[in-house]
């Protein structure tokens, strides 16, 4: 599957302290790239609930961290960019609870 990342997803990135982008990364390659390699995103398995995804509208909502502050990201999928036909994962925001303010 390939990746593509928004702007404003690599400037909440780059606003994180160190040790939360290491926990985001560690999430992200431990859980959440082996959840979607056995097909959570198509229902076929379902999400690790450590990861507490959920769907608010046509975005995708993760935890990487209940610490506080809870880290949260938010994703969705795309076709515009696929060649092969499958769905393309776009990071749109990562950070706390305010990943959820309003564009």
């Known amino acids: ?24 990364q560690q999430v992200v390659f431990d859980h959440f ?10 229902g076929r398995v379902p999400w690790p609930r450590r990861l507490r995804i959920h769907k ?13 502050p809870g880290g949260r990201a938010l994703f969705t999928f795309t076709l515009q960019e696929a060649e092969s036909g499958e769905p393309v994962l776009v990071w749109l925001a990562v950070g706390y609870h305010d990943v959820y303010r309003p564009s």
């Not at 599957?1 to 985001?24: C, G, I, S, V, W």
């Not at 608010?56 to 506080?68: E, I, K, M, N, R």
């Open 56 to 68: 608010v509208g046509d975005v995708y909502s993760l935890t990487w961290s209940f610490a506080s």
């Open 1 to 24: 599957m390939r990746y593509l990342r928004t702007a404003q997803f690599d400037n909440d990135y780059r606003k994180l302290p160190a040790e939360h982008r290491k926990l985001f």
């Open 33 to 42: 790239i082996p959840a979607l390699e056995q097909g959570a995103h198509t």
